[in-house]
């Protein structure tokens, strides 16, 4: 069974911080990795898309990379702004025999504070 | 496109009574999932579908839960009967194979 897991639980920092939220994983017979981003009381938001047989991916001042042999993955925000602040969340999509499920990690909550 | 699409947005029902809770996936995406989120367990998978048929529904609670999807544009979640500790947000996720899951704005469920 595929277990996701994020670390830390919850992140403060001040603005203008570069930070990295890390987020592991069981079984690395993995189709993708997805990390998402919530804010209270909304849905999620997709962030990034890594697949298998990518190392990184970047979309502005966000960086996401994989190391599937390791079942690790990172997100890094650079230039921290208050507007940051929200729930990130990693997902992991299995291939091997539970093709297409698509597990969640618990989330990182991070707060930027001007 | 308009995305994944929940109804209702908020349901308050009493214990005892059926709720039944709507997605409308975007089209063409073939996999379809159902999360509950609380504050205690977080992001739950209850069930996900692929191409309309169940592939996985061990997350599922218990037998007073069940989910259909009788076409590739529309799936339904049940309670009956509903209890107090079913309180959650249902959300539903729509991707295809190796491509990005979107989610809909969810379901907030208050059962008294």
């Known amino acids: 069974k595929q277990e996701v897991t994020q670390i830390p639980a919850a992140l403060s920092v001040p603005e203008g911080e570069n930070l990295v939220l890390n987020c592991s994983f069981t079984d690395s017979a993995i189709y993708n990795l997805q990390w998402f981003r919530q804010d209270p009381g909304k849905g999620l938001t997709s962030l990034l898309l890594i697949q298998s047989s990518q190392r990184e991916q970047t979309s502005g001042r966000l960086n996401a990379s994989l190391d599937k042999s390791s079942g690790r993955s990172t997100l890094y925000i650079a230039a921290s702004q208050p507007g940051d602040s929200a729930t990130y969340l990693c997902?992991?999509?299995?291939?091997?025999?539970?093709?297409?499920?698509?597990?969640f990690g618990q989330g990182t909550i991070l707060t930027v504070h001007p | 496109d308009a995305g994944v699409i929940q109804s209702p947005r908020h349901e308050v029902t009493e214990m005892g009574q059926e709720v039944t809770l709507r997605c409308k996936p975007i089209s063409g995406h073939d996999y379809l999932f159902w999360y509950r989120q609380t504050m205690m367990r977080g992001l739950e998978l209850l069930i996900y579908f692929n191409n309309n048929v169940p592939i996985d529904d061990s997350g599922m609670p218990e037998d007073r839960f069940s989910a259909k999807m009788p076409n590739a544009s529309f799936s339904t979640l049940k309670i009956q009967p509903s209890e107090p500790r079913d309180s959650a947000v249902y959300f539903c996720a729509s991707s295809s194979l190796g491509a990005e899951a979107f989610f809909g704005q969810g379901t907030r469920l208050t059962v008294v």
């Open positions: 997902a992991v999509m299995a291939g091997g025999t539970s093709y297409g499920k698509l597990t």
